[in-house]
């Protein structure tokens, strides 16, 4: 039984994207669609989520293994403007003690807000080194990696080094899956990479971090046709493609992800996928029985679709082009 | 919506997925005296530093195994103790126990804290200050220690450089510093006057009980070590079932086992002792016979506690009865209604 995307989206909207997400809930949920409308999917819930307040992150299985948790880590956080919400943070520091900042002024101009402050701005940067050991690196709904990452980041805001690459771009680097300088990042007091073993806390900090800083929370929209694509692969610009063996290692993934929502907070993660994700022999969900049996709708009314089921099916309508 | 409304909805989706979270396990506490009275005396002895057996839950597919585990860490996180709950598969083999230190240090979670135990407290470790460093010097300092485990104490405690705490810490669970790296940052903090041993393979099940203490000198309970879906044993050759049998007697403290400060619980199909232990593998014969006259020989007298522990000192899970599913129906209606702000009705049986 099927649900049109349109009710199914105005359900997530009000069962979850409204109140619940907001206030610490975490969900994980498969739509399966015809071939070729996950991206319709996907766009329906982003318009309402961006219209909420949260940051929405989409990931192409064609582009990103995501079969890797590390490398969806990755396809977030390049889509996360970690600057931007340091800044933020920084700023409500300041409002919280008493220091009224417009807009324009520049967290970087430390005389311009030791003015402000009547203080000098060895002092300014002395409250706001206190702020951060006795706030942020002290917030234990973060992991301590991104606790450390977060205030570097925030120092870096205050008083960029003129070097290249600043502080500030060894962390985006480190962030975002790129090649940074290890030595740099030691002196961050960063020794760690981003892997299999702690990139699924990362995102957990992730959305707590983005809540802290006034938002919803994070939604993670994956468009996983391509795991089960038969179209030939452009050379001009190749795709992920993706094996049997390859396919269940993102079955587990998703498991870990639905396993893990006790430790998930202000967190949704959609999956959009074909109907293979049901029917394929080789590379179908019945191949992986913990994700089948976690998605499976067992218990179901004989004539409704459950709307709040962890997995749906979907009729898309894909209006054809002028 | 608050707070209590989301733990609800938090359970409810739990429950769709068929998934024993932290929040259905609130709602829906298992029931059954025997095993919470067991786990409760585990504890306590953990707590003080004893030994005591831990708990072997029995039961098929579906009997809520898993289920309990979650039961017993929430109960353990209330406890103050650390918390791992390992599910053993072919990355993590109950018979390396290196690697089962590793999965243990990884998946170790605090009442409160976000991300790995062993990092948070290990970064804010300071030994003047924590209360019971004076127990764990003397421990560490006995002779039948390893005495790198000393070495890298002193050395922890000595320096200030960051990233060799770090090392340190890569060197308690499971991947040592080269012996020059040691030698190098010991000089640099100071100490002098040693040398230092070539670190030990073999010694997974004496780093756990010093991380056990690690973690009781900064005023933790213990650890807590729950091991799901031990039934994977039957998986592995001969050799590697003998050794795994051993890890287990000494993790559940069955025969001359058990680990200070730790508190274990494992589970294990209900059928395993017939099917493998004196099916066609026969393993009660064939694995101790086997490990005579080999490396693993001072593992065989624990491979037959182990073996005999899933023998006579499991606990079997008794499926609920009639009246008990009955009550858990109405539960689940009355945390739906109240989670939905809607009346669900009572459930009718068709005929």
């Keep these: 039984m099927s649900l049109a995307l349109a009710d199914w989206a105005e359900v997530l909207d009000r069962e979850y994207l409204a109140e619940f997400v907001p206030r610490g809930g975490a969900s994980v949920k498969i739509a399966a669609s015809p071939v070729g409308t996950q991206s319709a999917v996907l766009d329906a819930v982003a318009a309402i989520a961006r219209q909420r307040n949260y940051t929405v992150a989409r990931i192409d299985a064609g582009e990103t293994r995501v079969q890797f948790i590390e490398q969806v ?26 220091v009224d900042l417009p807009p324009e002024q520049r967290l970087d101009d430390l005389d311009g807000i030791a003015a402000r402050m009547e203080m000098s701005a060895r002092e300014v940067m002395g409250e706001v080194r206190r702020w951060i050991v006795n706030g942020l690196q002290k917030d234990y709904r973060l992991t301590r990696e991104l606790r450390t990452a977060m205030a570097m980041l925030c120092l870096a805001v205050v008083n960029p080094v003129n070097v290249s690459p600043t502080d500030a771009e060894v962390l985006l680097q480190w962030l975002h899956g790129a090649k940074y300088s290890l030595s740099t990042l030691k002196k961050l007091q960063i020794f760690t990479r981003i892997g299999r073993h702690n990139a699924r806390q990362l995102l957990t900090s992730l959305a ?20 089960w694509s038969q179209t030939p692969s452009d050379p001009e610009r190749p795709r992920v493609r993706y094996t049997r063996n390859a396919t269940l290692d993102l079955f587990e993934v998703l498991r870990q992800f639905i396993d893990e929502t006790d430790d998930l907070e202000h967190f949704l993660l ?24 976690r998605v499976a709708d067992e218990v179901r009314d004989r004539e409704r679709a459950n709307p709040l089921g962890a997995a749906v099916r979907l009729e898309v309508t894909v209006e054809v082009g002028a | 919506m608050n707070g209590d409304k989301v733990q609800r909805l938090r359970a409810a989706e739990a429950l769709r997925a068929g998934v024993p979270s ?49 039961h017993m860490e929430r109960q353990a996180l209330e406890a103050n103790f650390v918390c791992s709950t390992i599910v053993l598969n072919k990355e993590t083999p109950l018979h390396d ?29 300071r030994s003047d200050t924590a209360p019971g460093y004076t127990v764990l010097f003397e421990w560490v300092h006995s002779p039948e220690r390893d005495p790198r485990l000393a070495l890298t104490l002193q050395l922890f405690e000595r320096t200030r450089d960051e990233e060799v705490r770090e090392r340190v810490i890569e060197e308690w669970t499971g991947f040592p510093m080269a012996t020059g790296e040691v030698k190098l940052a010991l000089r640099e903090a100071g100490v002098t006057g040693f040398s230092v041993p070539k670190p030990r393979r073999d010694n997974a099940l004496e780093k756990l009980e010093f991380l056990a203490r690690f973690f009781r000198s900064v005023g933790y309970s213990g650890w807590t070590l729950l091991l799901d879906e031990a039934e994977m044993i039957s998986k592995y050759s001969q050799r590697q079932r003998g050794r795994s049998y051993a890890h287990l007697a000494q993790l559940l403290g069955a025969g001359k086992g058990g680990v200070h400060g730790v508190a274990c619980a494992a589970t294990i199909t209900k059928d395993y002792a017939g ?37 006579r000192g499991g606990t079997d899970l008794r499926p609920p009865g009639k009246d008990a599913v009955d009550q858990l129906f109405e539960r689940a209606r009355e945390l739906y209604s109240e989670a939905y702000e809607w009346a669900a009705p009572p459930l009718t049986q068709s005929a």
Excluded: C
Excluded at chain 2, 100 to 122: D, H, M, Q, Y
Excluded at chain 2, 275 to 294: F, I, S, W
């Design chain 1, 270 to 293: 959609l999956v959009a996928v074909p109907p293979e994700f049901w029917i394929d022999p080789k590379k179908g969900v019945s191949q992986y029985t913990a994700l089948q049996m």
């Design chain 2, 97 to 125: 126990a290196n690697k089962l230190l590793r999965a243990a240090v990884e998946n170790a979670t605090l009442a409160g804290r976000s991300g790995p135990a062993f990092s948070e407290i290990a970064y804010s470790y």
């Design chain 1, 73 to 98: 880590f990755f396809a977030v956080s390049r889509q996360t403007d970690w600057v931007g919400l340091a800044e933020r943070w920084l700023r409500a520091q300041f409002a919280a003690n008493g």
């Design chain 1, 208 to 227: 707590r971090w983005l809540q802290i800083n006034g938002q919803d929370g994070l939604v993670i929209l994956l468009d996983a046709g391509e795991v």
């Design chain 2, 22 to 70: 932290r929040d259905v396990v609130r709602f829906f506490p298992p029931q059954q005296r025997d095993v919470e009275t067991r786990w409760e005396n585990v504890l306590e002895a953990a707590a003080q530093g004893n030994t005591t057996p831990g708990v072997l839950l029995e039961g098929d597919f579906g009997t809520g195994k898993s289920h309990w585990l979650e």
């Design chain 2, 275 to 311: 099917q493998v232990l004196y099916g066609r593998k026969n393993d009660m014969v064939n694995v101790p016979a086997k490990m005579e006259h080999t490396r693993d020989e001072a593992l065989a007298a624990p491979a037959v506690a182990g073996m005999r522990f899933i023998e």
